[in-house]
Each structure stands twice: as C-alpha cells, then as structure tokens.
C-alpha cells in the first residue's frame, strides 16, 4: 500500500522565526508604519465616529481649505528638519506675510503682487534666520525664536495703530484662494511636486539629507554645507510666503495672533507623518504630505466627534509624545554618529 | 513592492470610504445650534451654558459648544467645526471675522448672531479711517449684535461715580481694555468723571489707561498707575476688574486701593463684606442668551419681527451693577440663579416675545423683556 506522501508541517521555529523577521522590519521600518498606519487608523476611527460625518460634502471642504496652508508650510518644513535644523517662526513669519499682504493688495488690488511680496518677505525672513544661525553659530531654535520674537513684535505693533482690525477690503480678489477647492488642490499637488522634485532628485535634498545624518561626513564629501541650509531654508521661506496668502484668504482680517501656534502644527504634522526631527537620510516628502493630512483629519475628527475642546490639546500631545517617543527610539544596534 | 500594493489599498478604502460614508448621519430631530466662546470655565462660559441647558429642556433644540482662540484663525476653524457639525445657527460671542463669519454661515445656510457686542454697519479701517460697509452685515442669515449695558453704559458711570463719592475716595485711576475690543469703557470712563466732579469736585480722576488682555499687562499698567501717582485710593476697573486688576493690585501688595469693578466672579461678596471692593457688577448672561436665541428660534421657523428695521442691527441687553449688599443679594437669588426657571427671563416670558409662539411679539417687546433692570426683575416675578 502506497503511502501518501504529506508536506512537512512548518516547524513552530520556523513560524516564530518569520514572525521576528516581520517584526524586526516593522521596527526598522517604523517611520513607514507610522506614517500610514497613523493614517489609516485615524480615517477610520473617525469615519466611523462620526457617522460619516467626516465625509460630508461641507466638511471635506473644510478639510480642503484646513490641509492645504498646512501640507504647503510642511514640505517646505521638511528641507529644515532633514539638515537637522529647527524652526519655531513659523507661525510669526506666516502672520507677518498675511499682514504685509492685506496691505499690498488693499494699495494695489494685484494678487501676483500679493504673492510676490509675501514669498520675498517670507525667503528673507528665513534667510536672516539661516545666516544668523550659521555665522554666528546659534542654534537654529535660537535665531528662529529671535525672528519669531520680531516679526510678532511688528505685526503686535501694526495692530495696535488702529482700533479697528486690518481687513482685506475686496475679498473677492483673493476668492480663489479661499472659496476654489479645486485651486487649493491644485496648489497642493504643485508644491508636493516641485517639492518632492527638489527633495528626491538634486543635490539640494540628497546634501540635505546627508547632513542631517552627518554634518562633518557631508563637508568631508564636497557638500557645502551653509549654502545648502540657506538654500533650505529659502525653499521653506517660498513654501510659507505661498501658504500664507491662503491662510489671509481663508481668514480676511489680521489679528496679533495671527499665526499663533502654526508652528507647533507644522511640527506634529511632519512627526505624525514619521519623520524624525533630527533629520537624515530617513526624511521624506511624503511624511509632510501624509502627516498635515493625518493631523488635520485628527482636529476635524475629534471636534466632530463631539470631544470638548478642553480635550483636544490633551489628545494631540499625548499622541505627539507617543510619536515621537517612537521615531526617537533607536537600534541599539544602529550607531549614533557625531554631529 | 509590499509598500507602493499598501499604499494603493489605503488609498482605495478612503476612497471607499468616502463614497460609502458620504452623506451618512444620523437624523436630526432637534436643531443644532453652536456656541463659540474664548473659554467655558469662567462665569460667562458657566452661564451661559447652564441657561441654554433650559432653553434644551423646553424647546426642540440642542447646543454644541467651542472653545476657541482670540485669533481669526481660531475663530473661523471653530466656526468651520461647527457648520461641519451640522449647526443650524451660530451664537457667537465676539465679532471676530465678522465679514468671513456671515460668509461662511450664508453658504451654509446657517444663522449667525453676535452676543458680547454689538455691531456697526460701517467701520473705519486703517490707514485712511474712512467708512467702509462691513460685508455680508445685510445678509439675512446675520441676525446682528448685541448692544450691553442697557443702551446707555453711561448710566453705569453715574451710579459708580455716586458711590465712589459716598465711599469719600479721591484719587482714582482707570484702567480698561482697548476700544477696540471693548468700546463703551470711554463712555463709562467719562461719565463717571463728569459725575464725581460735580458731587465732589476735590476728587481726581486719572487718564484712561488700557491693557491688552494679559495679566502681565495689567500688571505693567497697574505699576505705572501706582508710580505716577502713589497717593491713588482707588481703581475704576473697567477691564475685568475682578479678574485682571484685582490681582495686578494683589501683585503689588497694595490690595487697600479700592475696586470699583465692572465684573463678578465668586470672591465678591467676602470683598464687598471686607470693603476692598465697592461696586461690581456684569452682562446679564441670561439676557443675552435669551436674546440671541429669540432671534435664532424665529428665523429657523421664518418668522421676523413687523416692528424691526434695518436700522435695528442690534438687540439690547441689560447689565446688572451691584452697588450694595442688597444688590448682591439680588443678583445672586435673580441674575446667576441656578435653577434658571427662576432666573432673569423664564421660558414663557421669552415666548411672549417671540413670534413663533406669539404672533404679537414685537422687538421693543423683546428688548425690553431683555434689558429689565433687577427691581423690574423682582416686581415681574411679584
């Protein structure tokens, strides 16, 4: 009688041993899990949250007009993060813009004029920022809170010249802006790509990148290193100066807090996303893209859902520690390179 | 290759999502109406909140309620999460990107009210100061502001100055918040000056000063006031006096300089009893509220007052002062009742003044109804 031949059963090791190997590249792959299971997770427990709410046609509008000043701010973010440099004048830079634009286009009624001003304003911020964190060899948090503390210094006394606010008097110039959804994705997509183009294929992104990981190896290699971070940061400055032309138009009128916060936003959206912030060669495009997406579907998402707004903030930093505590989190078998 | 199949199956099930979700939400059988405030934590917020809880109980509504920023921003993504909540109306407590307020209400078909202010049809913005219309103010989903202290915040000026006269202070300073965010404290300011010089021409009444908001900043002003002058016995305090001032004079160990406060908060009474504050007083919240829904209510079921013009931007509200321990007790037991049945305005005293459910009502109706003193109150109630 002729036995049946049977496939060995898999050994138990071998089992275990497949399951460490998924689990050791989900580890050394976190920033990717993170970046899209942050994603996934966060669609689908407010989809189901809110009842579908989230989807409705007003509300994805308003995530349209939420993520678009956001994801623009980020990926130009991105190119100061992966040097490993730091950036806290966001918010005050991008108030500043708004405020010269209302005065722009309330002088001249030009949008190309608008956007002009506001990208040089916001490139020369950034560069004054650059310069004197490299010469005079600050830290960049340092020139950064320096620029933060004056351009909210000139936009706090701009305010208080008057008793009534600074409003654009002919909303409609800039309704594209604000009311074109498909403008605010169109924008969106332009500035992923030039972006990602920038990031992914010239030395511009790879010198970044490189001396994000090491600064000293990257000079040794040829790299110029403050010209590319001024030049980083000048990408950052165009993306802000873009970006708060939407923000003015989406809110018509300045205030001395305008802005106020932006940063920290900025910051978590790029995290969510996995992205490290001591920068290198893990820093990607798509971590600003998908985490300003993620982090804008998570304040919708948890207003909807009915969290009182005293919970909101409690919410976003126990889930910004989380992250970070988990992008931050090395191999020990990875060797900690001198910077 | 695993990476770029996972990123196009996340993508297909948000688009999945999306399409399958869109338009899904539970039946509305009550009318959502939203709230926007700075905070939810002080009186204001308390009040605010609990007498909606009444109107909720007694009418087919419910109130969603958002917390947001001072800024434009703050204020517009609060307002965005509510009209994304499926809000019907918007109690708003400041005007605040008015003009992108009633924009954004307008295409969402959702009505819009402003209740700590009142609003004006023209403003003069810098740098030319010349009239400009407030866009969208005609709109017929802006149901306007709200004009505090009765109509005639002078009046409140009269009677602290009368107080501060029989207290014997002399030299007092005034310290408010800008004119901007606050512009009656210019009319307070100057009728109480006027007031004390004739009932007592010895007394001195400082400059207006102002402060933006801060306790660091009240602080500073509060320094000032106490360097230039150092013989001041008193402060009119017009910005939050009990909130802001009180501790600035805290700060400055110089808590024996009286209060003559615009404000309430719970330490009031134990500083009236000791003398350290001579007048408080603040909005009748229950008021506002009530007038701010009254509007609300009948524009959702179409109704609008005969008697209400265009020129009528804004309703009127009262503002209770407490000049003694018998005003306390009044405000107290009427103006921040708990049981708010027994409160300044009861749910049939605002269905008389409303034309979905008195074909009668009037607005000179409504804001008389909403700007009854707390003796008008007391005698109401018998």
């Not at chain 2, 037991?333 to 027994?342: P, R």
Request: proline share 2%; hydrophobic share 45%; with cysteine.
């Amino acid at each position: 009688m002729k036995k049946e031949r049977t496939m060995p059963s898999e050994a138990p090791e071998q089992s275990a041993g497949k399951l460490r190997s998924l689990w050791e590249q989900l580890i050394s792959d976190r920033n990717s899990f993170i970046r899209y299971g942050g994603f996934a997770v966060v669609l689908l427990v407010f989809a189901l949250s809110t009842g579908g709410r989230l989807f409705s046609s007003y509300n994805l509008k308003v995530l349209m007009s939420q993520i678009t000043p956001l994801l623009i701010m980020s990926v130009g973010m991105v190119f100061i993060f992966a040097h490993g440099g730091m950036d806290i004048s966001v918010g005050a830079v991008s108030g500043l813009c708004s405020l010269v634009s209302v005065y722009v286009l309330n002088a001249t009624g030009s949008v190309l004029a608008v956007l002009l001003v506001s990208i040089l304003l916001a490139v020369l911020c950034y560069s004054i920022n650059c310069l004197i964190s490299e010469f005079f060899g600050l830290m960049s948090t340092i020139s950064s809170l320096a620029i933060m503390f004056a351009a909210r210094g000139i936009i706090t006394f701009n305010v208080a010249q008057t008793s009534e606010a600074i409003r654009i008097q002919q909303t409609k110039l800039l309704s594209v802006f604000s009311d074109s959804y498909l403008f605010m994705a169109l924008a969106c997509v332009l500035a992923v790509l030039v972006t990602w183009f920038l990031f992914s294929f010239t030395k511009l992104g790879k010198q970044a990148r490189a001396i994000g990981d090491n600064p000293l190896s990257a000079r040794q290699s040829g790299a110029n290193v403050n010209l590319v971070k001024l030049l980083c940061y000048v990408v950052a400055g165009v993306c802000i100066g873009f970006a708060s032309v939407f923000s003015i138009a989406r809110v018509g009128s300045v205030s001395e807090n305008i802005g106020s916060g932006r940063e920290m936003d900025v910051i978590i959206a790029v995290i969510l996303g996995g992205m490290t912030l001591s920068g290198g060669c893990k820093s990607r495009i798509s971590s600003a893209v998908i985490g300003s997406i993620t982090f804008v579907l998570l304040s919708n998402g948890l207003s909807l859902s009915g969290v009182s707004s005293l919970y909101v903030s409690l919410i976003k930093g126990a889930l910004f520690l989380i992250i970070v505590f988990l992008t931050l989190r090395q191999n020990k078998n990875v060797l900690e390179l001198p910077r | 290759m695993k990476k770029a199949i996972s990123i196009l199956l996340l993508c297909a099930l948000m688009v999945g999502l999306c399409v399958g979700m869109s338009g899904c939400g539970s039946k509305q059988e009550t009318t959502k109406i939203g709230v926007i405030l700075y905070n939810f934590t002080d009186i204001q917020g308390k009040e605010i909140q609990a007498y909606c809880d009444y109107l909720k109980a007694n009418f087919p509504v419910e109130f969603v309620y958002r917390a947001v920023g001072s800024n434009d921003e703050d204020h517009i993504s609060g307002l965005q999460d509510l009209l994304s909540q499926g809000c019907k109306a918007i109690i708003s407590g400041y005007d605040t990107a008015l003009s992108k307020s009633i924009a954004m209400c307008e295409e969402a078909g959702c009505y819009y009210v402003v209740a700590l202010g009142s609003v004006s049809a023209v403003e003069f913005p810098a740098p030319d100061y010349q009239p400009t219309p407030v866009e969208g103010i005609e709109s017929k989903y802006f149901l306007g502001g709200t004009t505090q202290f009765g109509g005639d915040p002078a009046a409140v000026g009269v009677a602290y100055a009368q107080k501060a006269a029989e207290a014997g202070l002399k030299h007092i300073g005034a310290i408010t918040f800008p004119t901007f965010a606050f512009a009656e404290g210019q009319a307070i300011y100057e009728a109480f000056k006027a007031t004390l010089a004739q009932l007592n021409p010895d007394a001195e009444v400082y400059d207006l000063q102002e402060f933006m908001f801060t306790q660091e900043l009240c602080n500073a002003e509060v320094t000032a006031l106490i360097s230039n002058h150092p013989e001041v016995d008193a402060v009119l305090g017009l910005g939050s006096g009990l909130d802001f001032i009180r501790p600035a004079l805290q700060a400055q160990n110089r808590a024996d300089i009286k209060l003559l406060a615009l404000g309430y908060n719970d330490t009031v009474q134990s500083l009236m009893e000791s003398g350290s504050v001579i007048t408080a007083g603040t909005n009748n919240y229950t008021q506002i509220t009530a007038s701010c829904f009254a509007r609300i209510y009948d524009a959702l079921n179409g109704n609008s007052y005969a008697d209400r013009t265009a020129e009528d931007l804004n309703a009127v509200v009262g503002y209770p002062v407490i000049l003694s321990m018998d005003d306390l007790a009044d405000f107290q037991q009427i103006v921040v009742a708990a049981d708010k049945a027994n409160s300044s305005i009861t749910v049939d005293e605002l269905k008389s003044v409303m034309v979905t459910t008195n074909k009668d009502a009037t607005w000179a109706a409504l804001n008389e109804l909403t700007s009854r003193d707390v003796a008008a109150i007391k005698a109401a109630r018998g």
